[in-house]
């Protein structure tokens, strides 16, 4: 256990007792030795944590103490940080910017004890896989998913043929290596899939999508697209 989960273990088990904890009793839930016990405890007193007592008389926290919101626990930080990695090394730009300023939201909102899992973490998301560039700004996508709006695209298919589409947009699967739109196609009258970096255009319409969000996902699951979709992921 690295000494910031300790030290986030130390508050857990001092507010979960109504009583002073020995420093000995700490030391064996955490399998520590006594001194290492003891540094930990003066780190928390060092960071103002509200805990009193001493080795030999035993330890408590003050009742009123409660954890700040983004008291996470390393495990939790380390998932909110892989996943903000991998969302600014493989999302679009607009994206990318969000999950790189959340990393640094939570390096300054998390208390000091936990900033080295946020600051010095070992952890990312590596990937050796070339994304293709999208042909226009995928941010277009996500505002009319939020306004529940169709869109106009111009569209280039595998042989190079453009179409115009008027589509009502599902959802946005990221990839390795591509970001794709699922959409209801007013032109097919069915569900289609189109890859981001084929289209050539969009314009985010005044019109609303007649179907409500829920609907439409649950339609676009039972599809035969996302079913051949799902064929070719698990294939």
């Not at 936990?114 to 590596?126: K, T």
């Not at 069915?190 to 439409?216: E, N, T």
Request: charged fraction near 30%; charge should be positive.
């Amino acid at each position: 256990m690295r000494r910031t989960e300790r030290l986030f273990r130390i508050i857990q088990v001092l507010r979960s007792h109504q009583r002073p904890v020995t420093g000995g009793e700490l030391a064996v839930e955490l399998e520590v030795s006594l001194r290492t016990l003891y540094r930990d405890m003066a780190e928390l007193i060092a960071q103002r944590v509200p805990i009193r007592g001493e080795a030999g008389t035993g330890y408590v926290i003050d009742s009123d103490f409660d954890m700040p919101p983004m008291m996470l626990t390393a495990d939790e930080l380390e998932a909110a940080v892989l996943g903000a990695t991998w969302v600014a090394a493989r999302g679009d730009d607009a994206l990318a910017r969000g999950a790189r300023d959340l990393i640094a939201k939570l390096s300054a909102a998390v208390p000091e004890v936990l900033r080295p899992v946020v600051l010095d973490s070992n952890i990312s998301a590596v990937s050796f896989v070339r994304i293709e560039p999208d042909g226009f700004d995928v941010a277009q996508v996500r505002a009319a998913l939020r306004l529940r709006r169709k869109l106009d695209i111009a569209y280039v298919d595998a042989e190079g043929r453009t179409s115009g589409r008027r589509i009502w947009p599902v959802a946005i699967a990221y990839t390795e290596q591509l970001r794709l739109i699922a959409a209801w196609c007013e032109l097919r009258q069915d569900f289609r899939h189109f890859r981001a970096d084929r289209v050539q255009g969009c314009v985010v319409l005044d019109q609303a999508i007649p179907q409500s969000a829920r609907k439409l996902f649950s339609d676009w699951r039972r599809s035969d697209v996302h079913c051949a979709a799902q064929r070719g992921l698990q294939g």
